[in-house]
């Protein structure tokens, strides 16, 4: 038989302690739902919090590796479009060096074609060293290379830089023509100044490409990086839904049953009416 006590109440404090395991568990349950994270410190989960930290970090250091992919890419279409240009200097220089070795021509003729030609040469010069991006050219001559950001430990996507000036394509600020057969000689520096000009823009080309591929994989990367995260620290708020609802009731029920086990001391009362 129990024993019938003013000082002691078993069964209250049995309910109190169920009373206050719910209590605790429905704090845990509102705390996930505010933050949407089943695991939001240290104390939830250590392991998996150290893990979500670490993978976090990843995630944001990549943001650093994109910034720098990006800065590539422009620093290359800088360089493409310049090379679109000076090729499109050379064979305008073609048209006026062939049209100069015409030898029905008169002198004013002539003349006209050789200042052209001389001032489309300049301009070849004037842009190669204004192909710059942020103070950078991967044309001019004056770099040898650059590297980019390729992943969080600091390795780096190397791009190797082309020469577009005149030097570069086999040219020179002398490159002119005084007659009519020296016209004709010219155009085969021309010819050869193309051929250059494109291939070195076809390797840009394929370095802009390593880029953007490159980009797209980090970007990919970091994606996964943050959905794996969120898998390991993201709250189901579907279910917890579920779960605060049974608590709360099951917290009413507790404070009910707390109420009935603290008046079971007063039927003591009863024995000494």
Same mark, same amino acid.
């Given at each position: +038989?129990?024993? /019938? ?39 939830? /989960? ?6 979500? &930290? ?13 910034? =720098? ?22 064979? &305008? +220089?073609?048209? *006026? ?6 030898? =029905?021509?008169?002198? @004013? ?16 010069? *004037? !842009? @190669?060293?204004? @192909? *710059?991006? /942020? ?10 290379? +650059? ?7 600091? #390795? ?5 830089? &082309?020469?577009?000036?005149? !030097?570069?394509?086999?040219? #020179? ?28 823009? !076809? $390797?840009?080309?394929? $370095? ?15 994606? $996964? ?9 993201? @709250?189901?708020? !579907? ?22 086990? /603290? ?11």
């Amino acid at each position: +038989m129990p024993l /019938n006590s003013i000082n002691t109440n078993s069964g209250a404090l049995i309910a109190l302690q169920n009373l206050n395991s719910t209590n605790t568990e429905l704090g845990m349950v509102q705390q996930r739902i505010n933050t949407g994270k089943k695991v939001g410190n240290a104390k939830d /989960n250590g392991a998996i919090w150290a893990m979500s &930290k670490n993978q976090s970090a990843n995630s944001q250091a990549l943001n650093s590796v994109k910034d =720098s992919l990006q800065r590539g890419q422009s620093t290359i279409d800088v360089a493409l479009a310049a090379g679109d240009t000076i090729t499109d200097l050379l064979g &305008k +220089m073609k048209e *006026k060096a062939l049209a100069a070795s015409d030898t =029905s021509l008169n002198t @004013a003729s002539f003349n006209a074609l050789k200042a052209d030609f001389t001032s489309l040469r300049d301009q070849i010069t *004037k !842009a @190669a060293d204004n @192909a *710059k991006f /942020n103070g950078v050219s991967l044309a001019d001559g004056k770099t040898t290379k +650059m590297t980019f950001l390729a992943n969080t430990d600091g #390795s780096g996507f190397t791009v190797n830089a &082309k020469t577009l000036g005149l !030097a570069g394509i086999g040219l #020179s600020a002398g490159s002119t023509f005084t007659t009519a057969t020296l016209a004709k000689a010219v155009l085969t520096q021309i010819d050869n100044a193309i051929g250059t000009a494109t291939n070195k823009l !076809a $390797s840009l080309g394929t $370095s802009s490409t390593g880029l953007d591929t490159h980009l797209t994989f980090v970007g990919k990367l970091q994606d $996964s990086l943050d959905a794996g995260v969120g898998n390991l620290v993201d @709250a189901d708020l !579907a279910k917890e839904s579920a779960k605060l609802q049974s608590l709360q009731t099951k917290q009413q029920l507790g404070v009910q049953a707390l109420s009935i086990a /603290n008046q079971s001391s007063s039927s003591i009362l009863s024995l000494f009416r």
